[in-house]
């Protein structure tokens, strides 16, 4: 299994950046590929972006392609989401989720486990 904590949100003007760091631990952290999601009251779960085991291959949503970059550090086994041009509509609790098998990484149903989330919140 691996524990997943995130931090970094916060609230933020429109048009401004933040990180989030998402720290694992417990087996292996590069034996898993990572995501981040987001969700807010009014929607589902909503993919944001993901990366391979090795890092060698990145995912992201169209609504963030551009604005966003994930990356990860398997040495002090933590994953990244650098937000940049934040949106108003960015605004929401956004969860790391890490998965074990090379499967679709744009479904939350692919991901076993899960962190408590960290909320970003965007003014205008």
């Known amino acids: 299994q691996v524990q997943l904590v995130e931090s970094g949100g916060g609230l933020v003007q429109a048009g401004g950046s933040l990180r989030l760091s998402c720290a694992a631990s417990?087996?292996?952290?590069?034996?898993?590929?990572m995501g981040w999601f987001r969700q807010t009251p009014e929607k589902e779960s909503e993919f944001v972006a993901a990366?391979?085991?090795?890092?060698?291959?990145?995912y992201y949503a169209d609504s963030v392609k551009g604005r966003f970059t994930i990356s990860r550090d398997n040495a002090s086994n933590t994953v990244f989401l650098q937000m940049n041009s934040l949106k108003p509509e960015d605004t929401a609790v956004y969860y790391c989720?890490?998965?074990?098998?090379?499967?679709?990484?744009?479904?939350?149903?692919?991901?076993?486990?899960w962190g408590q989330g960290t909320q970003v919140t965007v003014s205008s």
């Open positions: 990366i391979r085991r090795s890092g060698g291959r990145t």
């Open positions: 989720a890490a998965r074990e098998w090379d499967v679709d990484p744009y479904r939350s149903g692919s991901y076993a486990y």
């Open positions: 417990g087996r292996t952290f590069s034996s898993y590929a």
